[in-house]
C-alpha cells in the first residue's frame, strides 16, 4: 500500500507542478502559487526531488517586496478560474511590492524557515543544499523582521493578522463574531471556487462580501502597514500563525549556526522569540478551555472558539510540559472520540461545528502534519502515531482530497473527502508522513 500511495502521490504533484517552476494547489480550484502551500509541497518534493523543492521556495522567495514581505499568492500568470485575481488585488499600489511578480497584498503563516530545516534534513545534510539554504536564509529572516517590525503593535512578540485569508483557516467560526462589527456593501463579483466545488463545503456569498471589504480598505491605505494596523476592522493575534513563526525561527537560528555566519541576525530572532513565547503563554492561552485562543485586537479579548490551531503552539515548544499535559486533555475529550478520526479542525463538541465545510470542522492533512510534529516533540507517541495513521487511512480510503470529514461514521452516507481533489500539500505531507 505504502509505494502505491507514494506512487499516487507523486503523480499528483508533478501534474500541479509548472513550467514556470512552482506547484499549484489544485487544478483549477486554486491555479496559482500559494506561501504556505508551497512550504508544505516542498517538503514532498524534498524526499524524491530535491532539485523541485529547491525550486519551489526560489520562485516564491523571488516574489518577495522590498521590505521583506512575503506575499500569500504569486500570479505568475493571468487565469480566469480563480477570483480574486491580481486585478482585485492590485499589490502594485505598496511602493514597494515587487516589481517583477504580481501578489495579493496578504500574507499567510510563515512556514518557510522550518521547510529549509526540513530540506537539510531530509537531504542528510547535503552541502548543496547547505548552499541553496546560504542563498536564500536572508530572504526569510528579512521576512521575520519584517512581521516583527511591522505587525507587532504592542511589541510582545507577537504578530497581527488583518485578514482571516492570511490565517490559512479561512472561514473557521472564530470569524463569526469579527463579521457583525463591519457592514460590507453586497458586492457584485463572479465567485469561482463554486464552479469547482460544491457550494455547501465552500464560504458563503456574505461572508466573501467581507473578505473583499477588509482588502478594499487596506488598498484605499496601498497596503501600508501601519494604516492598516489603525483602520481594519480584523486584527487577531492567532496562536497557528504565530507558532509557524516562532518555529521557523527557531529553525533560522539553528541554520545560521551550521552555516556559521549571521550571529547578530541570530541574536535578533532569538530575542524576539523569547519574547513571543512569553506572549503566547500569557496572552493566547486560555486555562479554563485549556487551550491556546485566538486574541481579538480590536475587541481586546479572546475568542473563545478552540480549533485545530489550538494546538499549533506545541510544534513550536510554547507550553511548558504541564501546559502540554492540558492540550492534550483537550485534544483528546474534544477532537479524539473513538467515532473520530484526528484532528478536526474546528471543536466538534461546539454547536458551530460542521464536518463537511473548509475550516468549520473538516480534517486538513497540514494540521494533522503540524499537531503531529508537536505531540513528538513533547513525546506523546501514542497519539502522534494515532494522528499520523488516520491521516495515511483518510487518504488512503478517500484520495487525495484538501479536506476530509471527521466522523468514521457520516450518517449522511456522502463521498467524506470534500473541497478539490488531487490537493497537492496533501500528496505531498503524505510522501513526508510515510517517510
Ligand atoms: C484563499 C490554497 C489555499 C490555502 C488556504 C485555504 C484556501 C484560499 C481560497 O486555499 O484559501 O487563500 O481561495 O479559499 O484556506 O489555507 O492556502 O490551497
Same mark, same amino acid.
Given at each position: 500500500?505504502k509505494?502505491?500511495?507514494?506512487k499516487?502521490?507523486i503523480?499528483?504533484?508533478?501534474n ?8 499549484i494547489?489544485a ?13 508544505f509541497?516542498a ?7 530535491m ?5 519551489e521556495?526560489a ?15 504569486v500570479?505568475?500568470y493571468d487565469?480566469?478560474?480563480?477570483? !480574486?485575481?491580481p ?7 505598496h ?7 504580481r501578489s ?6 510563515p ?6 530545516e ?10 548543496t543544499?547547505l548552499?541553496?539554504i ?6 526569510v529572516?528579512?521576512?521575520h ?6 505587525r ?9 493578522i ?6 490559512g483557516t479561512d472561514?473557521?467560526p ?5 463579521? !457583525?462589527?463591519?457592514n ?5 463579483f ?8 460544491d ?6 456569498k ?13 488598498k484605499?491605505y496601498?497596503?501600508d502597514?501601519?494604516?492598516?494596523a489603525q483602520?481594519?476592522?480584523f ?12 518555529r521557523?525561527n527557531?529553525?533560522?537560528i ?10 547578530g541576525?541570530a541574536?535578533?530572532l ?7 513565547v512569553?506572549?503566547m503563554?500569557?496572552?493566547l492561552?486560555h ?5 491556546y485562543l485566538h486574541?481579538?485586537?480590536r ?15 506545541l510544534?513550536a515548544g ?6 502540554a499535559?492540558?492540550l492534550?486533555?483537550?485534544l483528546?475529550e ?12 474546528f471543536d466538534?463538541?461546539?454547536?458551530k461545528?460542521? !464536518? ?5 470542522g !473538516? ?6 502534519w503540524?499537531i ?10 501514542d ?10 487511512e483518510l ?10 470529514d471527521c466522523?468514521k461514521?457520516n450518517?449522511?452516507g456522502d463521498?467524506n473527502?470534500?473541497?478539490?481533489n ?14
Amino acid at each position: 500500500m505504502k509505494e502505491s500511495l507514494v506512487k499516487q502521490a507523486i503523480e499528483v504533484l508533478e501534474n500541479n507542478h509548472q513550467d514556470g517552476g512552482f506547484t499549484i494547489p489544485a487544478q483549477g480550484l486554486y491555479p496559482f502559487q500559494w506561501k504556505w502551500d508551497s512550504g508544505f509541497i516542498a517538503i514532498g518534493y524534498a524526499h524524491y526531488d530535491m532539485g523541485k523543492a529547491m525550486q519551489e521556495l526560489a520562485s516564491l522567495l523571488n516574489a518577495q517586496w522590498g521590505n521583506g514581505f512575503i506575499p500569500h499568492i504569486v500570479f505568475h500568470y493571468d487565469s480566469d478560474t480563480y477570483f !480574486p485575481g491580481p486585478d482585485f488585488h492590485r499589490s502594485q499600489l505598496h511602493p514597494l511590492a515587487s516589481k517583477k511578480l504580481r501578489s495579493t497584498g496578504l500574507v499567510q503563516p510563515p512556514v518557510l524557515g522550518f521547510v529549509l530545516e526540513k530540506l537539510y534534513e531530509v537531504s542528510n545534510r547535503n552541502p548543496t543544499v547547505l548552499g541553496f539554504i546560504d542563498d536564500q536564509i536572508d530572504k526569510v529572516y528579512e521576512n521575520h523582521v519584517y512581521f516583527y517590525e511591522n505587525r507587532d503593535i504592542n511589541n510582545e512578540g507577537l504578530v497581527y493578522i488583518y485578514h482571516n485569508w492570511e490565517s490559512g483557516t479561512d472561514n473557521s467560526p472564530m470569524w463569526d463574531d469579527i463579521w !457583525p462589527t463591519m457592514n460590507p456593501p453586497e458586492y457584485e463579483f463572479e465567485r469561482k471556487d463554486t464552479t469547482h466545488v460544491d457550494p455547501s463545503q465552500r464560504p458563503t456569498k456574505r461572508e466573501y462580501d467581507h473578505y473583499l471589504y477588509i482588502i478594499e480598505i487596506a488598498k484605499q491605505y496601498n497596503y501600508d502597514d501601519a494604516k492598516i494596523a489603525q483602520h481594519s476592522p480584523f486584527l487577531v493575534l492567532d496562536p497557528l500563525f504565530n507558532a509557524m513563526l516562532l518555529r521557523s525561527n527557531e529553525a533560522l537560528i539553528k541554520l545560521y549556526g551550521l552555516l556559521k555566519r549571521g550571529e547578530g541576525k541570530a541574536q535578533y530572532l532569538k530575542e524576539k522569540h523569547a519574547l513571543g513565547v512569553q506572549g503566547m503563554n500569557t496572552k493566547l492561552y486560555h486555562e479554563s478551555s485549556g487551550a491556546y485562543l485566538h486574541f481579538d485586537l480590536r475587541s481586546n479579548t479572546l475568542l473563545p472558539y478552540i480549533s485545530s490551531s489550538s494546538f499549533a503552539p506545541l510544534y513550536a515548544g510554547v507550553p511548558s510540559g504541564e501546559r502540554a499535559q492540558q492540550l492534550i486533555q483537550t485534544l483528546k475529550e474534544k477532537f479524539g472520540g473513538e467515532d473520530k478520526y484526528l484532528c478536526a479542525s474546528f471543536d466538534p463538541t461546539h454547536e458551530k461545528f460542521n !464536518p463537511k465545510k473548509y475550516w468549520r470542522g !473538516p480534517v486538513w492533512i497540514n494540521m494533522n502534519w503540524i499537531i503531529y510534529q508537536g505531540l513528538k516533540r513533547y513525546g506523546f507517541e501514542d497519539l502522534a502515531t494515532r494522528v499520523k495513521n488516520e491521516s495515511i487511512e483518510l487518504v488512503a480510503k478517500h484520495s487525495f482530497y484538501e479536506y476530509f470529514d471527521c466522523r468514521k461514521v457520516n450518517p449522511d452516507g456522502d463521498s467524506n473527502a470534500y473541497g478539490g481533489n488531487n490537493f497537492s500539500w496533501t500528496a505531498s505531507l503524505l510522501i513526508d508522513f510515510l517517510n
